[in-house]
């Protein structure tokens, strides 16, 4: 019973700002890489960063020097700050986890319900 819930999502003008947030929640024994996917109206869902539990991020080269994902471990949360929005980023955004349940448990992956975020003038 893991729960992901994402929050920061809504309207902003090009060149602005919005900080999203994810927290993890329920019977979680370990959570390993986190990651923000997003998915366009018509398009594929495709990642836009991820973070290892050491707190090293990687991002789509689309974001680059815009966005900057942290974690915080304590709070089984992450983030992603996202600068200099552009319209293409316009997307429902989703937080992933890969995480295990229990001690011995299987790893797997946990999605979020997803944020809107829309970039518009």
């Known amino acids: 019973q893991v729960q992901l819930v994402e929050s920061g999502g809504g309207l902003v003008q090009p060149g602005g700002s919005l900080r999203l947030s994810c927290a993890a929640s329920g019977s979680i024994f370990s959570i390993g890489v986190m990651g923000w996917y997003r998915q366009a109206p018509g398009k594929q869902r495709e990642l836009v960063a991820r973070?290892?539990?050491?707190?090293?991020?990687n991002y789509a080269d689309s974001v680059k020097g815009r966005f900057t994902m942290s974690r915080d471990n304590g709070k089984n949360t992450v983030y992603l700050q996202m600068n200099v929005l552009k319209p293409e980023d316009t997307a429902v955004y989703y937080c992933n986890a890969n995480l295990v349940t229990t001690r011995y448990g299987n790893w797997a992956d946990y999605w979020g319900q997803g944020t809107q975020v829309t970039v518009s003038s």
């Open positions: 973070i290892t539990t050491g707190g090293r991020p």
